[in-house]
């Protein structure tokens, strides 16, 4: 009961909590009024929520393993945070669990094509393979640069014991790729909704718009929240970083979400892998022009560290480890 009741005394007392379901709610109420002004398509039963079952199969497939597996990897996660096993786990345990946990979507395209209805085509003509190269090239340009807007606008700061790259753990550059799998697959199913129970126009493409920037928020904030048990990952201010850095770091999805959807949906006009490693490169680089926008907005200045302060001072490395250079 003691779990129970502190999760009950922060849902009905924390502020920053409040205010941005607030906010939240207040988009929803945008987007229903909205789409009370969209036009519906004829017949309703071209409406769905994943890709074309004929025209676009191996995308479908795609999206419902993605779908199949965030199931998986977010049990082992909220397994691992709830327990608190990660407080036994050392540079080698945070390596093997995420790394582990990436694994099978980057090595299902290779040896399990079937799995969505890829078999018999060449490795990168592979709906599976080119959406985990685009994933997996966001992840990494997310992780070595974004990680030190976090680090500068936020105060954001990952004090758990683990191998770094620039300033970065390791594991966040695995871990990164099985979440934006999940993220990219869910926003996917939202758009596909949309483009498929309303007609096109230029009300349309507002909506979406719309709900682009909605589903960007609500994402961002949902991981702040999910992740908040983890007392490894830390902010100077928790309301700034909920509130106002839900919408800097929704600014990562404002780019991806739609572009990662252009990847294979004109049945007509298959991307290549190489379209979709550029692709992911050109949102990578939107993104970066549009944080560091929102930094000199701010009068932040921009320091990059190849070391975190904890590896520097072991006072700041997090509990049970305090006293260990992380």
């Known amino acids: 009961m003691g779990v ?7 849902f009905l007392t924390d502020k920053a909590l409040h205010d941005i379901l607030g906010v939240i709610v207040g988009m929803v109420v945008v987007l229903v009024s909205l789409s009370a002004l969209l036009t519906r398509q004829r017949d309703p039963s071209l409406s769905r929520w994943l890709a074309h079952p004929k025209t676009n199969a191996a995308k479908r497939a795609t999206e419902v393993w993605f779908l199949g597996y965030g199931c998986f990897w977010i049990s082992c996660f909220a397994a691992i945070i709830a327990s608190q096993v990660y ?8 390596f093997v669990v995420c790394g582990g946990l990436m694994l099978p979507l980057l090595l299902q395209p290779v040896f399990a094509p079937s799995l969505t209805l890829d078999q018999g085509k060449p ?3 592979r709906h599976s393979f080119k959406a985990n190269v685009w994933i997996a090239v966001f992840s990494i340009i997310g992780n070595y640069w974004y990680t030190h807007y976090f680090y500068n606008v936020l105060g954001a700061s990952y004090t758990f014991r683990s191998w770094d790259v620039n300033g970065v753990p390791i594991p966040m550059f695995f871990a990164t790729h099985f979440y934006f799998c999940f993220y990219h697959t869910l926003s996917n199913m939202a758009l596909h909704k949309v483009r498929t129970t309303y007609c096109a126009g230029s009300q349309r493409l507002f909506f979406e718009t719309c709900l682009v920037l909605v589903m960007s928020y609500i994402t961002a904030f949902m991981e702040a929240l999910t992740i908040s048990g983890f007392q490894c990952y830390s902010f100077e201010d928790r309301y700034m970083a909920w ?4 919408a800097f770091y929704g600014i990562y999805f404002i780019v991806s979400f739609p572009m990662y959807m252009r990847l294979d949906e004109d049945a007509k006009r298959q991307h290549t892998s190489f379209d979709a490693l550029i692709e992911s490169l050109a949102s990578g680089m939107a993104v970066l022009f549009l944080l560091d926008f929102v930094r000199v907005a701010m009068g932040q200045d921009m320091t990059l560290s190849l070391n975190r302060p904890c590896k520097l001072d072991a006072s700041k490395t997090c509990q049970p480890f305090t006293g260990m250079r992380c």
């Open 4 to 10: 129970l009741s502190e999760l009950k005394h922060f």
């Open 87 to 94: 407080l036994q786990f050392t540079e080698v345990t945070f």
């Open 123 to 125: 490795l990168r003509e």
């Open 243 to 246: 509130v106002l850095g839900s």
